[in-house]
């Protein structure tokens, strides 16, 4: 069973950058997918971007591209984002799931394991 936990959310003004984290453990040697979702008020969850191991490759959203960084180093699973908008204001959770053939990175359902969320609030 992964754990996945969030840190890094928080209120900020617009134009401000933020940098979200997710710890996951344990480590596994499946080929696997870690993203992030976000949630705003009245919204269905969407996918942010995740990144695979395996050759899975790494995954933007269009709102996100160009605009946000996901990576991963050791333990960790980050999204950077640059100058956050009003727009960005949701829950953001970090997830984590089993690639496979046909593996659909922005569906919710794709994904085993999911963190608790953090909030950003973006004025």
């Known amino acids: 069973h992964v754990q996945l936990v969030e840190s890094g959310g928080g209120s900020v003004e617009a134009g401000r950058s933020l940098r979200l984290a997710c710890a996951i453990s344990p480590q596994t040697s499946q080929t696997m997918c870690s993203g992030w979702f976000r949630q705003a008020p009245g919204k269905e969850r969407e996918g942010v971007a995740t990144i695979c191991t395996g050759g899975g490759g790494t995954h933007y959203a269009d709102f996100a591209k160009d605009r946000f960084t996901i990576s991963r180093a050791s333990k960790n699973l980050y999204l950077l984002m640059p100058s956050v908008t009003p727009d960005d204001t949701a829950i953001y959770y970090c997830?984590?799931?089993?690639?496979?053939?046909?593996?659909?990175?922005?569906?919710?359902?794709?994904?085993?394991?999911w963190g608790q969320g953090t909030q950003v609030t973006v004025s």
């Open positions: 997830a984590a799931g089993f690639l496979y053939p046909g593996f659909r990175w922005q569906e919710t359902d794709d994904y085993h394991f």
